[in-house]
């Protein structure tokens, strides 16, 4: 819409990027602070185009003028004006105000007044912290990296599919799913007389329609929400996240490495490139030095070292840690960032876990007790990557299967992929908000995405 006839509307950022001064433009945004002289007054409008605000200057004689003593913090406005080099120092241009609209009033309760706020009190203010320079940073580097994930998977010739979100299995056999259900409270009671007929949930992953799809389409991936319902209120975990899970037939656990060490850094350098500006606030305010590390995920292969090398550098690091470190036992999060942090000072994979901490279709290695699986470790998060070369054998499927106490029948078609045209194939899972902690040094993944979904917690 626009609020005034004859003059084209532009973002903030395209008129602050602007070559030339332009004259008789609309724009239109919410107030970020207010100064007023005697016969003028600044306005910092900021549209969330950019980081930015564009500071207008409305004269007592603009059409509008009037409002002013009602455009507080918070308010929309839609303005006239033309674009004219500024007069103030730190920013190019001006926006000198001739008609002025409020479209908007925000009462004096608006809670982003000048002052800093803490991340914590944010968190309860989830339906305006977006409109504060941190969180406006934080989710345009979000849409700009959900792009460029999406480029780089279509140059490598990978189609994005769609794979259900309700399903009946569960892919990665931790029980930690959320039921999905239509039943009444004291209505039915068993699954007959549910909505699908039987046990329904939200997907924890979409890996096994994907490997379907890799038998088909060759290379694909998937990039959607995720549901666990583990019950562990950490700064890493949340109940509903994205994650983007590439497959890929005849593909070996080293093509999956390469694979994701590729994804990273060419979304990392994406956001380098894109996001200049609005990383820069993260490096600034949150942590220092920060360009510096992204810069150096970028130019290296990221060290590849098997799971019992990983546990011997542990015991070796002579570190106490809460969990002590021993063959059979998954890594804890402390000894993923020992590993990345101090020993390697880079993100590592470590590869060929033993089979008893992994999922049932991660193929087997010739040892019998490892599988073909690959985490890679990032400093600052962990885990952020979680993949595997897949069991492609019918029998040892089964008997992996039969091992882990799963029964079979619910798994029909995933077994029909291994009886018809079966081949090598791998894929991994990449939690993206924890690819937007590594990126933006946010330690807490509530953070990173909007609305959050945790424990306790679903406001919003
Ligand atoms: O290691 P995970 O559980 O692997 C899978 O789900 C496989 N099906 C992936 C595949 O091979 N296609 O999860 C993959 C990644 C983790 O490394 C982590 O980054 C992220 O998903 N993740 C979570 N992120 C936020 N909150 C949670 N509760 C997460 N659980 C996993
Ligand atoms: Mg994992």
């Known amino acids: 819409m626009n609020h005034f006839k004859n003059s084209p509307s532009f973002s903030v950022k395209e008129l602050l990027s602007s070559s030339s001064s332009l004259p008789q433009v609309t724009v239109r945004g919410w107030i970020r602070t207010k100064r007023d002289s005697r016969d003028f007054s600044f306005l910092e409008l900021n549209d969330g185009s950019c980081l930015a605000n564009l500071q207008v200057v409305v004269q007592s004689t603009a059409k509008g003028y009037d409002l002013i003593k009602d455009i507080t913090t918070g308010s929309a406005v839609a303005v006239e004006g033309d674009l004219v080099e500024s007069q103030g120092r730190g920013q190019a241009w001006d926006l000198k105000a001739k008609n002025l609209v409020l479209t908007g009033p925000a009462g004096a309760d608006y809670p982003l007044q000048k002052k800093r706020q803490t991340d914590e009190y944010l ?45 009946g299995s569960d892919a990665e056999g931790a029980g930690e799913m959320f039921r999905v259900t239509t039943l009444k409270e004291g209505g039915g009671t068993s699954f007959k007389d549910d909505f699908f007929g039987q046990y329904a949930a939200l997907t924890v992953s979409g890996q096994l329609e994907a490997e379907l799809l890799a038998h088909a389409l060759g290379r694909v991936y998937t990039f959607g929400p995720a549901f666990r319902a583990e019950n562990s209120n950490t700064a890493r975990h949340a109940a509903e996240f994205w994650m983007i899970e590439p497959e890929a037939a005849f593909f070996d656990l080293s093509d999956d490495m390469s694979l994701a060490q590729n994804l990273i850094q060419s979304v990392v350098r994406f956001a380098l490139n894109e996001c200049a500006e609005d990383l820069a606030l993260f490096d600034r305010f949150i942590e220092q030095g920060l360009l510096d590390r992204l810069n150096g995920l970028l130019y290296s292969d990221y060290p590849r070292i098997p799971y019992a090398e990983a546990i011997r550098i542990l015991t070796d690091s002579g570190r106490k840690f809460e969990f002590s470190p021993f063959w059979g036992a998954d890594l804890a999060t402390e000894h993923e960032r020992f590993l990345c942090e101090e020993h390697f000072k880079s993100p590592v994979i470590v590869f060929d876990y033993p089979k008893t901490i992994k999922p049932f279709y991660m193929r087997l290695n010739d040892d019998g007790q490892t599988v073909a699986a690959m985490d890679l470790l990032v400093p600052k998060v962990g885990e952020l990557v979680g993949g595997s070369q897949r069991e492609e054998r019918t029998e040892v499927l089964l008997s992996r299967m039969a091992e882990l106490g799963l029964k079979t029948e619910p798994y029909w078609w995933y077994l029909d992929s291994r009886r018809w045209g079966s081949t090598p194939h791998a894929g991994f899972g990449l939690g993206f908000e924890r690819f937007l902690m590594m990126l933006t040094g946010v330690s807490n993944i509530r953070d990173v995405i909007p609305f959050p979904r945790t424990p306790k917690n679903l406001a919003f």
Not at 127 to 148: D, L, P, Q
């Open 123 to 167: 968190r309860e203010m989830a339906h305006v912290r977006a409109r504060t320079n941190k969180y406006g940073a934080m989710f345009r580097i979000r849409s700009e990296c959900a792009w460029a994930v999406h480029r780089f998977f279509r140059e490598k010739g990978f189609f994005y599919v769609h794979t259900p979100i309700i399903t």
